[in-house]
């Protein structure tokens, strides 16, 4: 994607001497920030984090879903224990008032 680009050669020198190259700052012990180091692993990092996150979500879409669950349409009666309507005022086994 970034055609092969590669970010580790990217360097400040803390020293005072002017260096081409990383390889060559470093054969002589020279101070520098390899900021392009951490622009590869950030890099790597969000590849991987997001094929990570592309396999969770395929994982999720195939998981079993849980049943939708249904209201109570009935309730028991306080005196036989039949189930009844929940609108009912009176129970139409014993016929128990109810409040």
Do not use: W
């Not at 969000?46 to 939708?68: G, H, M, S």
């Amino acid at each position: 994607m970034l055609g092969h680009v590669d970010f580790a050669g990217l360097f400040i020198n803390l020293s005072g001497k002017s260096y081409e190259t990383l390889a060559e700052a470093k054969k002589y012990n020279a101070a520098t920030l390899n900021y392009g180091a951490f622009i590869n692993t950030v890099i790597n990092f969000l590849i991987v984090a997001f094929c990570v996150f592309l396999v969770v979500k395929q994982i999720n879409r195939f998981a079993a879903k849980p049943a939708p669950t249904v209201e109570p349409t009935t309730k028991d009666c306080p005196q036989c224990a039949m189930a009844i309507p929940l609108a009912a005022k009176r129970c139409g086994h014993c016929t128990t008032q109810l409040a």
